[in-house]
């Protein structure tokens, strides 16, 4: 099993920037894939940028440009550096690490809020 833990959410003005970090532990060898969702209120969660174990990435075309999700093997922790930010990238963001055997776990959770 996996166990996720998001950091770095806050609140930020528009236009502005914030890096989200995942710190995984436990059977990181099975993990096949890394992402991050997010949800705002009322709305079903969403994928937003995802990376392999080698390395490929993928974005939802609303972050295309502005995200980018990275990993460091070495602390076992994924980030997703977030530019020129909107209000509605507003939401909770969670990581998720997708098992070799199809199982999926998720982080509890942090808060963005891009708001004046």
């Known amino acids: 099993q996996v166990q996720l833990v998001e950091s770095g959410g806050g609140l930020v003005q528009p236009g502005g920037s914030l890096r989200l970090s995942c710190a995984a532990s436990?059977?990181?060898?099975?993990?096949?894939?890394m992402g991050w969702y997010r949800q705002a209120p009322g709305k079903q969660r969403e994928p937003v940028a995802g990376?392999?174990?080698?390395?490929?990435?993928n974005y939802a075309d609303s972050v295309k440009g502005r995200f980018t999700i990275s990993r460091d093997n070495a602390k076992n922790t994924v980030y997703l550096q977030m530019n020129s930010l909107k209000p509605e990238d507003t939401a909770v963001y969670y990581c998720?690490?997708?098992?070799?055997?199809?199982?999926?776990?998720w982080g509890q959770g942090t808060q963005v809020t891009v708001s004046s």
């Open positions: 436990g059977s990181i060898g099975s993990i096949s894939a």
């Open positions: 998720d690490a997708d098992m070799t055997a199809g199982d999926r776990y």
């Open positions: 990376i392999t174990t080698y390395g490929t990435t």
